[in-house]
């Protein structure tokens, strides 16, 4: 499981700096909905969500975030709220 998780992140985040940021939101948005807790993924979504002035989804990630159990939970939160804040 954790080696599926970090290679979609991995893939995700390739795509995005590719500026594939289409088919790198489908990746991100998957890995989400198995569980991901990769700070990385969650922060490049809310980027893209951001360049769609998709606010509410950006909202709910948020929301997400903070139901994680994880080390990087305040880390992801802190980016999170700083992507939704900066309009």
Known sequence: YIKVI???ARWGEELY???NYTD???IFEYSINIG???KKVFVLLAEIYYMERNYD???SLIMMANQLNSLTKDATLRDL???F???
């Open 6 to 8: 970090s290679t979609l």
């Open 17 to 19: 700096n590719h500026e």
């Open 24 to 26: 790198a939101q489908t």
């Open 36 to 38: 991901s807790d990769v």
């Open 57 to 59: 989804r950006i909202e």
């Open 81 to 83: 709220n700083e992507i």
């Open 85 to 87: 804040h900066r309009n």
